[in-house]
């Protein structure tokens, strides 16, 4: 199994700045990701985090706007840059730690006024 | 990206009560999984079904992947007031999760 933790939990932010998310994982894991998630709404896939390269990203979602880090096996963050009002959502990071379960931290909720 | 839908959207049901929720894709999965998301929750894993007809139980959860692995369900016998959440079909292909609708489901004690 995989323990996960976000920071910060939420943040409420300003049109035009941006925000880093934290994702730690309490041990190695073989894949981590990053999800958006609309209040009553469905997970969307922003992008898998890959460790020592370039993020895979999900149609409809680019490095520019949305950089993703993963310098090691347990640690990844999100940037949600450029932030818009249509930004605001639930910002979730999961992991699989070598089997099929995907553990999910509890997640960001980010405003953007 | 995968078309994973899943009905009904939302579900209200009385105690006691048995509720199902149905999952459907417009392609051929090899494996289907289950999560629950509680009100202000994360998704927790249930559940991964593999075998073409698979079922599975977990005490009063009964899980099922159709036999063209393009649909799958999940049903609850005698709903409790802990079951309450939102429960998502996810299809796992190449390690890309595309989650389903969702179905909300509140019981009422």
């Known amino acids: 199994s995989a323990v996960i933790s976000q920071k910060p939990s939420r943040d409420i932010c300003q049109r035009g700045t941006s925000l880093t998310i934290q994702c730690q994982v309490d041990?190695?894991?073989?894949?981590m990701f990053w999800y958006r998630q609309q209040p009553g709404q469905s997970l969307t896939l922003i992008a898998t985090?890959?460790?020592?390269?370039?993020?895979?990203?999900e149609s409809g979602f680019v490095i520019d706007k949305f950089p993703i880090s993963r310098p090691n096996l347990t640690f990844s963050t999100l940037t949600v840059s450029n932030m818009s009002p249509e930004d605001s959502s639930i910002y979730l990071c999961s992991a699989l730690a070598g089997g099929y379960e995907q553990f999910f931290g509890p997640g960001t909720r980010l405003t953007v006024l | 990206g995968q078309q994973v839908m899943q009905i009904p959207q939302y579900q209200h049901v009385q105690e006691g009560e048995d509720f199902t929720t149905y999952c459907n894709s417009s392609?051929?999965?090899?494996?289907i999984q289950w999560y629950k998301q509680r009100p202000g929750g994360h998704p927790v894993f249930l559940i991964q079904?593999?075998?073409?007809?698979e079922v599975k139980k977990q005490k009063r959860l009964t899980f099922q992947f159709g036999e063209a692995k393009k649909n799958s369900s999940l049903h609850i016998t005698a709903t409790q007031t802990t079951d309450v959440g939102t429960y998502f079909c996810a299809d796992p292909t190449g390690n890309q999760f595309y989650f389903g609708t969702g179905t909300s489901l509140t019981v009422i004690p």
């Open positions: 079904l593999v075998k073409s007809g």
């Open positions: 985090a890959n460790q020592g390269s370039e993020a895979t990203y």
């Open positions: 041990s190695q894991v073989t894949m």
């Open positions: 392609t051929t999965l090899s494996n």
